[in-house]
């Protein structure tokens, strides 16, 4: 490996970079044959480029090795030429991924024109079933001279009737193993046969630092099933299956066996090993709500209840709305129905195949059940908080979190405690909420004698732009103060996260097996013990604050809720959500759930957004993995373009972690994924210890250097370049890559960046001074002139009469319905000089609604609240027209101070 190749490498995005640096081997390496054939370059280039694409090839079967052997072959034979047409036909096969549906792609002789019919459109190549590919990994204590008869003995074992097809790839150690796991996101299986090596055959120094911090690997105790924990901890998704010449009844007996599928005796009948792998495949394929519903819409039925638009009848004879029909096609009409039976499901009372599919969602998610939601994770919040909270309970809560958990607390009659996220007042938003502040708000509770009143902390994982949570560590410390605190993590911008295993310890659900995990750990009982003997007998709120608190892992109840917009991370259809639950005490709350699923789900949930939901399952388990990846690595492309291209950074950047989160949350001392000195073991340090994490698939990109406010800069990328994005900040805008995201769009959108820089560049040089100076004024308005943001001032005593005296919970619900009483509220409006003299001398100014402007789209208002000077002078600089539950004309709702004496505590 060449120094320069190395360095690159140990870069984090390099790491990430997997599907993308390998085409990119590809490209470099086809280049390298071209050159060598048309004279300008000698056969070591092709070598050396040869060697690096070698390295990584090992842990894929395509090309595997017959055609790297015969690529080899044909560089030792002085065969330019003929290297040149087999490398252009393996790199073409690649990127148009035919190599999964045909043979003559593994052909070392096939000609050019096979190759050429795969790059054709299915519809013009050959006619053939399309089946599902993947590869399955062989771990196994073999010579490598074996390992072609056994690659052999596994093709032998396909048949025809096989649903889906794969190739197998070999490695002989752990360290490959894990290597292979990382970098090949086809692998849907694992076989591990016992006697592998611990240390990969290879020196590989880059990914050995890569690997070895992620799963601990450890050469004195690798045993089978212990390599199992190890990729399970990777990806969980992978079925694992165990291949012992021991006592496999011994074996498949104990504890750690669950995380395999089947342990085999090593000698066994290959083909069961072939159709076991089939099935745990299966198994994931399935999705029994969608499956039905393609066969119930091929059934003929006849519908006597409502829904006319099912089956289409009298869409596609209507000489009016036959467009319609044409446009979405008539399967969509067949697949509609309002019916809950006759092969369907009921959404609210789920027996059939919806219960299934929510199992196979809740095993996919890491959670003991799931619940489909088709109104979206704004539903489902109000779900959750509605189930879990009674009046006068009390939720410690974000106050910048979306207003569905605002409204649930107004529905539920929970009382909310905000708690402030860190202000990022310079780009006009907000990050997280420190620990420390929500501790504080708990040792308050705990000193007022009313710990039992808490129910719930409420939190949005990772926030809109991006600032992930350390979940565990949260949640530990809150239950070292309150054991049966219950979570509810709001991860409707984060539920791709679980198919990361980077992200993955930072989801509410990764955090609560690693929590589960340590609770049964017998250690866990004497780390507890010696914590407490360090804090001694009485500990002081200061101590308890500094220190980082262990729960009695005797006295824990995990109770962990998380909501997901399934739709805006993964394929669903819009408004498709889920809830994860993960409760010891469900049982508790089973009854109250299911009324607050009753209350908020309408009784006619769309068929195709249940199916959707399904189906996003399906891929996020067979395919996640890679998408994920790709969705990083596409991010990360994005970052270090805007970074590096001269004329973009001029007016543009993307802010780093380093940024985006204040040292005193870095504590690893991690500055951002672009940094000179980040590499994987860096990264993972951060996402272990660091209180904050940023994600790297939100970027908050800076326009207001470019002289751009965000919504003009949104605006503008929407209206003469076809790129959407939804959130804008004063200065910036938010850009997110997902799993839809290609190559091609971070093309086009540095191509965009590059032209509307050239546009200013050229506008400041012909424009004289006074252009110039215009700009700069315009920059520094948007960039230095921007308003304080304002933190929750307090709610109106009127509305915390059960309140303690030093923590500021209120009760929202009777200042919600303050504002019903029309006689009781009057409107000022924000220019008026009575608000000033009012602030000035009372009586207080109290909202009688949620004022929410968007940007940047947190109440900076909520019913019964005391207004301050900070709100309003926020108000008065606010250039922004769209702001919820404010009338520019009316002015400001305000209950007036008469009513406020009358409010009911109701
Ligand atoms: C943090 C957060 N939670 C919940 C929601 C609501 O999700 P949905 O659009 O699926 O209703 C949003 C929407 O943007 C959000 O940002």
Redesign the pocket.
Known sequence: MNQSTDRQERRIDAFFSTPAARADRWRALADAAKAWASGSSDRNGFERALDEVAAIEEFHAYPGPQLMQALRHRAEANDAAGAAELTWRISTALLSRSFRQYAEDWDPHAGIAEAVGNVLPPSLSRVEVHRPYFEVLIVTGAPPERWASIRTEWRHMRRAQDDFIYEPVIVGSAEDALCATMLNPDIAAVMINEGFAFRSRHDAPVLRSVVDPMAALEPSDMSALRLARVLKRVRPELDLYLLSNRQVEEVAGGDAADLVRRVFYAVEEPLELHLAVLEGVRDRYDTPFFDNLKKYAQRPIGTFHALPIARGKAVFKSDWIRDMGEFYGPTLFLAESSATTGGLDSLLEPTGNIKRAQDLAARAFGADRVFFVTN????S?KMVVQALMAPGDIAIIDRN??K?HHYGMVMSGGQPLYVEAFPMTEYSMYGAVPLRAIKKALLALKAEGRLDRVKLLDL?NCT?DGHVYNTRRVMEECLAIKPDLIFLW?E??FGFARWSPFLRPRTAMGAAAAIEEWIRDPGSVEAYRRHRAELGADPSDDVLLETRLLPDPSAVRLRVYQ?N?T??SMSALR?G?MILVKDVDYHKVEEQFHEAVFTHASTSPNQQLIASLDVARRQMELEGFGLVTNAIEIALMIRREVKNHPLISRYFRVLGADEMIPEEYRQSGYADFLAPDANWATALTAVRDDEFFLDPTRMTLVCGTAGYDGTQFKNLLADRYNIQLNKTSRNSVLLQSNINNTRSDVAHLIRVLVEISRDIDERLRNGGDGERQQFQARVKSLMTDVPDLPNFSCFHAAFRRDAGDITPEGNIRSGFYAAYDAEGCEHIRLADAEIDRRLRDGPDLVSANFVIPYPPGFPIMVPGQVITRETIDFMRKLDVKEIHGYNAVEGLKLIRPEALSKVSSR
């Not at 979206?376 to 539903?379: A, D, N, R, V």
Request: glycine share 6%.
């Open positions: 979206g994770t704004s539903t919040n979190c979306h569905s949005t809109f709001d409707a911008w909501t917009s739709h805006k408004q959500s």
